[in-house]
């Protein structure tokens, strides 16, 4: 009986997990990694990632798989680490200085993006987005 209900609970979290395709245009060198992180909440847009994805850099574009995230609501973020340090680098003034971008390739005025703009919905069967780095 124990068998058949943790068998059961397996199945019905494997049903449960989406993977998110992530299209990354515009990278301009083979440099050091692109990242992608998805974040669940306003509250942990760019803090706290619920899924992250690295893949090599190649010119043109690269492809990234987000897997086992809860269907729902998102905000997805990406840079490429080119020097390999995993982090954003950024000037003096915090400006990035490698490329970046944002699901729905969403622009801050001053800063990045809200979670708002940036919002996209993962489905049960999964999804593919594209961003352009800037």
Do not use: C
């Given at each position: 009986?124990?068998?058949?209900?943790?068998?059961?609970?397996?199945?019905?979290?494997?049903?449960?997990a989406?993977?998110?395709?992530?299209?990354?245009?515009?990278?301009?060198?083979?440099?050091?990694?692109?990242?992608?992180?998805?974040?669940?909440?306003?509250?942990?847009?760019?803090?706290q990632?619920?899924?992250?994805?690295?893949?090599?850099?190649q010119?043109?574009?690269?492809?990234?798989?987000?897997?086992?995230?809860p269907?729902?609501?998102?905000?997805?973020?990406?840079?490429?680490?080119?020097?390999?340090?995993?982090?954003l680098?950024?000037?003096?003034?915090?400006?990035?200085?490698?490329?970046y971008?944002?699901?729905?390739?969403?622009?801050?005025k001053?800063?990045?993006?809200?979670?708002?703009?940036?919002?996209?919905?993962?489905?049960?069967?999964?999804?593919q987005?594209?961003?352009?780095?800037?």
């Amino acid at each position: 009986m124990l068998n058949r209900l943790m068998i059961a609970l397996l199945l019905t979290g494997a049903t449960q997990a989406a993977e998110l395709t992530v299209t990354v245009l515009g990278v301009q060198h083979a440099e050091g990694k692109v990242m992608v992180a998805a974040y669940k909440a306003p509250e942990r847009f760019l803090k706290q990632p619920s899924a992250v994805a690295w893949t090599d850099a190649q010119p043109g574009s690269v492809q990234a798989t987000l897997h086992d995230l809860p269907p729902g609501e998102y905000a997805v973020s990406l840079y490429q680490d080119r020097n390999r340090n995993l982090q954003l680098d950024s000037n003096l003034l915090g400006i990035p200085t490698e490329p970046y971008g944002f699901s729905n390739d969403a622009v801050g005025k001053f800063g990045p993006p809200s979670f708002e703009q940036a919002r996209i919905v993962v489905p049960q069967e999964g999804g593919q987005i594209t961003i352009t780095l800037r």
